[in-house]
């Protein structure tokens, strides 16, 4: 049999798997996570697959080692990204919603965020899309809680910001307070929940659909 036998094809060149293999965990998940994304572009799922798994056992090293650091419940965000991008979106909203219990303003609003944009095109759920769209806009325009503001205040401790840069490429998502806001309000538009139809009370239809 022709190529029975082919060594498997490396996900990355030497010299890039090496860089890879050699940064702080973060860079190396971030890294391997856009590799998969190149991958992905190019039709080639298995190499995007294997990409995304390490960068997804990369994030769960760093959360393991780094027991006590004030960015879990970012890095949590990654993981979640990555578990979307592997296809497997319930156990990326449960990723979400253990987060939604953390005390952490901006991964919260994030992970709304996120579940809206989950119930919105996978789970084909408007009305919990449009009250997780809701409850992310509250958290932002109250708080202005947003990447932007977390990598501000940790711009004078180098490993920190560091890793904070490094979650945001992981998590392919806006930091800025005024992008953010675009990008929730195009989804109530979508959801068909403008000015007039944005629900009043988001938490209580949360709460109720077992969100």
């Known amino acids: 049999m022709p190529n029975a036998f082919r060594p498997k094809e490396p996900d990355l060149p030497d010299w890039l798997e090496d860089a890879t293999l050699r940064a702080p965990l973060l860079q190396r998940a971030f890294r391997l996570s856009h590799a998969g994304n190149l991958f992905s572009d190019r039709h080639n799922s298995s190499r995007a697959e294997r990409c995304y798994e390490r960068a997804l056992s990369a994030c769960a090293a760093y959360n393991e080692v780094n027991p006590d650091s004030g960015h879990r419940t970012q890095v949590q965000l990654g993981i979640g990204r990555l578990l979307e991008k592997l296809n497997r979106p319930d156990e990326a909203a449960k990723v979400?919603?253990?987060?939604?219990?953390?005390?952490?303003?901006?991964?919260?609003?994030?992970?709304?965020?996120?579940?809206?944009?989950?119930?919105?095109?996978?789970?084909?759920?408007?009305?919990?899309?449009?009250?997780?769209?809701?409850?992310?806009?509250?958290?932002?325009?109250?708080?202005?809680?947003?990447?932007?503001?977390?990598?501000?205040?940790?711009?004078?401790?180098?490993?920190?910001?560091?890793?904070?840069?490094?979650?945001?490429?992981?998590?392919?998502?806006?930091?800025s307070p005024g992008a953010v806001r675009e990008e929730i309000y195009a989804g109530l538009d979508r959801c068909g929940a403008g000015a007039a139809g944005r629900p009043k009370d988001p938490a209580r239809i949360l709460r109720v659909g077992g969100e």
């Open 96 to 175: 979400y919603r253990e987060i939604l219990e953390a005390d952490s303003l901006h991964a919260t609003g994030v992970a709304h965020y996120y579940l809206a944009q989950l119930s919105e095109s996978t789970m084909k759920d408007p009305d919990t899309a449009c009250a997780h769209y809701e409850m992310a806009l509250q958290i932002v325009e109250n708080e202005d809680a947003t990447l932007d503001r977390l990598i501000e205040f940790y711009a004078t401790d180098r490993v920190a910001a560091r890793d904070l840069y490094s979650v945001a490429a992981l998590t392919d998502t806006v930091t």
